[in-house]
């Protein structure tokens, strides 16, 4: 253990919204107002953009009611951004006004909640510190729906991600199954570079109301192929339900729905359409049958709504823990996840990653984990992806309506 | 009250999919596997094409704690169809092979549960069996999401769909402001004649976190009155969220989603975008701004995960009061709604309606429930759709998905 650090706390929120960043937060935050270590605890508005502008939210005045909401409001409360921070090396005017800022407020704490892009803003913002001497100590916490974070079993958000898609994939599956004539039903889910997401849609399957075929990134897309096993199933069952992640891409590395323009005699217009649309314009003729084409839209990310009670409470885990150990001296680590069995059934525990090793890196499934034709995941998947969505929140509600935290949000001078 | 009838009954299921039509269901087959003048309760597969066919399935063979399970179980369990039957003064073709079916398992009730075409079903075949002098009872239980059936104050499955409109729009909202640049999203939301569906983004709104524009069938839709409108929010806020109804139109009545080839250059697919994506591509036009469409998908239909109680209690006594009402001697009627105060609070009784009288006829929003600029709703509107949506169900799960109803389907001979 380390001497005492005494100073004031930042945290940011950066990267695209989860159901569940604000749940890290509330750890954060929560813990960091705890802390007798820390003596202000101040929130970024807009992520690191908010410590370069000095827009700082000055947490200690939040009401620690108001606070405890974070737990169930989606997507970023204090704001975020996707600002790419430059090499140290070969710009330091960003590092050198984040100094500015630290030392203006005696900010000695820095916790960063993000993706890949945010894992490698806390690791160059750590080593800045360090090279030049200035004792600060830097956490990242770990935010992803993608689930792609080397070195943590999972990520905070994907959990709750999986649940909303293995959720609306049985419901859907059910309306798609209604009519006596043949239908197929495509359905677009997130994911540009691993298929944690749409793999996800497999649970509902496994669960005796989902997709017949699933496409992941982490195969190669054959278009012959795909309309093979579709027809296949057409013809076994007059209906289909298809699961297909947005990266899907063919052997040469080019997205399918890249590959649009041509594929809709040449006046397909990337605006008005994705994936989804695509291919089911590709189905119908095909196979001549009703062909729906389905995007599920931003809830994927941010549908608190059907939230994991297991991803809630890791989340918040993986804030409180970061503060925990940085007041104990810990510096330039990434919080991860390490799942262990107890008394037989899934837990989860903390573990510390260098950041260095986290940034940048993508985490994708095990080809073992996927079948062998590249059109579904098998057991490995599901025993991975279900411990991960249990669980239901108890949704503070208003009228039946969601009652998210409302934040005054005070300036810091 | 009448002599009593004595026969079997079958129930169908007509129309589009909602989250609470097995409510209904369950609420005609359990009163009526519990009414001693039924003798059997055939469930018609695939609603009048199942009668048509000869495909019941036989309801007194389920497990009676399977078939409660219906109360949770989105879509038609027992099948749908858009069958539109001719005028028996026509063409009694159809006619003569239902009464045959209903001669066939002395059929004396008919039970059929759907939207303004199932209501003309109905009405039809009532009027057919009482031309012809065979003894029978047909009652009408209503169904649309789209709340427009004429002469009850509200429809079962609205309810839902605007919880689940209202609850994603709150999330969206939250969604598409956590950056710091501009960003315009607009949602399509169902309802091709009426907007009560579009309308109910408006309670997401009332709760602090929804659509600043919603437009709606009940007016005419002006392009340029619609981009002046943006422009003022998006000039204020910086950020604007946008609900339409699928069914907006121009003063000559032409949809605004079908004047889609000509507003995009003359290439746009009609098969690839639908409103939203449209409406984006033109706002991102017009403004420069970072534009979003969004497609609410089959979900607000069929998202039982977000279902109303009050609208899963009112569905079941619909279908149940039906049963109890043809036993009592009742004949062509629908089941309404009324809407009373109960110590001041929002109560239902049903009613009873001539299906003459429902049968093709389409309730809209009261044009002095709409604000006059035609991009909103007032207090009158929240006021009618709230105490719709309201109470959590207890949905039945298996690792924290759902569990739904699975029946055997025996066919009877």
Redesign the interface.
């Known amino acids: 253990m380390s001497e005492k650090l005494i100073g004031a706390a930042i945290f940011g929120q950066s990267g ?2 989860t159901a569940v960043i604000n749940a890290s937060a509330y750890g954060v935050i929560r813990a960091a107002l705890d802390a007798e270590e820390i003596t202000r605890v101040y929130g970024a ?2 992520g690191i ?1 908010g410590v370069l502008e000095d827009k700082l939210y000055v947490m200690d005045e939040e009401d620690p009611e108001e606070l405890k909401l974070l737990l169930h ?4 409360a204090l ?4 600002y790419k921070i430059a090499d140290p090396e070969k710009d330091d005017t960003d590092y050198k006004r984040i100094l500015e800022i630290f030392k203006k407020y005696n900010v000695r704490y820095f916790f960063y909640n993000g993706g890949n892009d945010s894992m490698d803003t806390c690791n160059k913002i750590s080593r800045y510190m360090e090279s030049i001497g200035y004792e600060c100590r830097v956490m990242g916490v770990p935010k992803t729906i993608d689930n792609d974070l080397y070195g943590t079993d999972h990520c905070p958000g994907f959990g709750s991600a999986a ?1 909303y898609i ?3 994939c ?3 599956n ?7 004539n043949g239908m197929i039903t495509i359905v677009e889910i997130m994911g540009r570079h691993a298929g944690w997401l749409a793999g996800s849609a497999a ?2 399957t496994a ?3 989902g997709p017949d075929l699933v496409y992941l990134p982490e195969t190669d897309f054959d278009m012959d192929k795909f309309l093979a096993d579709v027809d296949e199933v057409y013809k076994k069952n007059g209906k289909v339900l298809i699961a297909v992640s947005e990266g899907i891409h063919y052997a040469d590395g080019s997205f399918v729905s890249e590959a649009k323009t041509s594929a ?1 005699d040449g ?3 990337a ?3 994705g994936l989804a ?2 291919l ?2 590709i189905v ?1 003729k095909h196979t001549g049958a009703k062909v729906r084409g ?6 994927q ?6 939230a ?1 009670q297991t991803d809630i409470q890791e989340s918040f885990m993986a804030g409180k823990v970061a503060v925990e150990n940085a007041v104990n001296g810990i510096n330039g680590r990434m919080i991860g996840f390490e799942r262990v069995l107890k008394d037989g059934k899934y837990a989860c525990r903390t573990k510390l990653i260098p950041l260095m090793e986290v940034a940048n890196v993508e985490k994708k499934i095990p080809r073992e984990w996927i079948n062998e034709a590249g059109n579904g995941v098998n057991h490995q998947f599901i025993e991975y992806a ?1 411990p991960l ?4 929140p108890d949704l503070p ?6 009652r ?1 935290c ?1 934040l005054k949000k005070i300036l810091a001078e």
């Not at 990310?301 to 059907?306: I, K, S, V």
């Open positions: 695209g919204p508005a807009n953009k409001t989606p997507s970023s704001g975020s951004c996707r649940k293995a959720t609306s049985m419901e859907i059910k309306d798609a199954r209604v009519y006596d649970l509902a669960f005796g109301s809709t006046f397909g217009h605006q008005l359409g649309a695509m089911a314009d119908k389905i995007e599920l839209n931003l809830l990310r941010c549908g608190a709504h059907l994991s279900l969505i249990q669980g239901e509600k208003v009228d039946s309506l969601p998210f409302h």
